[in-house]
């Protein structure tokens, strides 16, 4: 079975989590990020080369400020946590979205980690902040209107800020709702989507591979005749 290229995360289903495990949403967010380690490291045993997670979308700055501001801080935490240990295991973080509205020392450190971990070649991981398809669709578009280039297939993708990586075989949203949320609407549309159930903090490497072998036995036409496998 040939590697996967890219497997896309919606992480969701925290606060609810956190709401019904101690009435706190705060206590979801923390745990759904210990899962994401165990993730990165199932993709890496099987040989996935991007992984990307939807860590906060343009939509959530709708968010009291107050979970908003827990959010940073666990991510700033987490960061000088466990930056070492991320670089040890190879991989290189690369921040999608804009984060030029994060505060400051967070921001510098995420652009640190995406500059040290650069030279890593054992998985990508594509950190999607304050990240929306349609922004990065129009982001796209002006960048081709600057410089004069024709709105193509090819120059969009160019100017996308998932440019250079291959659209995701698989794309998984826990937390038992079924939709996008403005996630990689470009990118995704021959993307095989899996809806789970189940809470992002109660997602576990088992969850993953079923999702991958399930993947293996799907027949996938990208608009051509189906054969009937
Ligand atoms: C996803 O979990 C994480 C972020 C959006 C930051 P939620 O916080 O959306 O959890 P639910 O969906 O409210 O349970
Ligand atoms: C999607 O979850 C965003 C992330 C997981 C970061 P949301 O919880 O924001 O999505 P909606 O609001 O339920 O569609
Ligand atoms: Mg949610």
Redesign the pocket.
Known sequence: MTPLKHIAII???????GLRKKNS?KF??KK?LEVVENIIIAAIKKNVQYLTLF???TE?WKRPSKEINY?FNLLNKYIDKEVNNLLEKGIKIKIIGKINRFPKILKSKLKKVEKISKINTKIQVNMALNYGSRQEIIDSIKNLNKKKLLITEKNINKFLYTNNIPDPEILIRT?N?NRISNFLVWQSIYTEIFFVKK??PDFKTEDFFKIINKFYKINRNFGGLNDGN
């Open positions: 992480m969701d289903g925290n606060g609810r989590w949403r979801g967010h759904g860590v906060f979308s959530n959010l937390g709702t809470m992002w």
